[in-house]
């Protein structure tokens, strides 16, 4: 069980740490709220990440597969995305805000923009029923409720500590943006949710 929670802690760091559109959404909101806001983005995409695994890992994320349920998600989900690009875009063409202390309401608008994100990517289904049958090979040789309870909580504690992680350096970071890095930013946000809006919108059409 030591070996499947060590497994699980470090593929949960691989899962958070690739670039994605959590990162990109994390990173916007971030540049103006500081650690508050990108914490919010995170710790609101965990939210969706747990549910997914508890689905996934019980078999019941398979009706998701389904056309008439995958479809309408991946259309949320693209749409969701673009929204967000569309931010990103209006922010860069926008002079640089002030950079401010998050409130409660927008660590509130935050922690919702990164659960939507989470719940609504299509690609978290099969991830997650894949797992499902890794789990052996990750540790456990006869899976059972105690293996699977291991393998998410050391999935899960390894994505709780990047939420500070990557809040903490996307706080940090804030302080040295200029006037151009933050247009630059924004406009390299806005192209990065506009992509896996596309790429979402992509997949889609192969389902």
Same mark, same amino acid.
């Given at each position: 069980?030591?070996?499947?929670f #060590?497994?699980?802690?470090?593929? /949960?760091?691989?899962? =958070?740490?690739a670039?994605?559109?959590?990162?990109?959404?994390?990173?916007? *909101?971030?540049?103006?709220?500081?650690?508050?806001?990108?914490?919010?983005?995170?710790v609101?995409?965990?939210?969706?990440?747990?549910?997914?695994? +508890?689905?996934?890992?019980?078999?019941?994320?398979?009706?998701?597969?389904?056309?008439?349920?995958?479809?309408?998600?991946? +259309?949320?989900?693209a749409?969701?995305?673009?929204?967000?690009?569309?931010?990103?875009? *209006?922010?860069?063409?926008?002079?640089?805000?002030c950079?401010?202390?998050?409130?409660?309401?927008?660590?509130?608008?935050?922690?919702?923009?990164g659960?939507?994100?989470?719940l609504? =990517?299509?690609? =978290?289904?099969?991830?997650w029923?894949?797992? /499902?049958?890794?789990?052996?090979?990750? /540790?456990?040789?006869?899976?059972?409720?105690?293996?699977?309870?291991?393998?998410?909580? /050391?999935?899960?504690?390894?994505?709780?500590?990047?939420?500070?992680? !990557?809040?903490?350096?996307?706080?940090?970071?804030?302080?040295?943006?200029?006037?151009?890095?933050?247009?630059?930013? =924004?406009?390299? !946000?806005?192209?990065?949710?506009?992509?896996?809006?596309?790429?979402?919108?992509? *997949?889609?059409?192969? #389902?």
């Amino acid at each position: 069980m030591i070996e499947l929670f #060590v497994s699980a802690f470090a593929l /949960g760091f691989l899962f =958070n740490a690739a670039p994605g559109a959590i990162f990109t959404e994390s990173l916007r *909101r971030g540049m103006v709220g500081g650690f508050a806001q990108a914490f919010a983005v995170q710790v609101g995409s965990l939210i969706g990440d747990l549910i997914w695994a +508890v689905l996934g890992l019980l078999g019941a994320a398979a009706i998701f597969t389904l056309p008439l349920v995958a479809q309408p998600m991946a +259309v949320l989900g693209a749409a969701l995305l673009g929204w967000m690009a569309w931010q990103s875009l *209006r922010d860069a063409i926008r002079p640089m805000p002030c950079l401010m202390s998050s409130g409660v309401q927008s660590r509130k608008s935050a922690f919702a923009a990164g659960a939507g994100l989470s719940l609504s =990517n299509p690609m =978290n289904i099969p991830y997650w029923a894949a797992l /499902g049958g890794t789990i052996s090979a990750l /540790g456990a040789a006869d899976p059972d409720g105690l293996a699977f309870f291991v393998f998410i909580t /050391g999935f899960m504690a390894s994505s709780f500590l990047w939420c500070f992680v !990557c809040a903490a350096g996307i706080g940090w970071t804030r302080h040295y943006v200029s006037p151009v890095i933050w247009r630059v930013l =924004n406009l390299t !946000c806005a192209g990065g949710l506009l992509f896996f809006a596309l790429l979402t919108l992509s *997949r889609l059409i192969g #389902v």
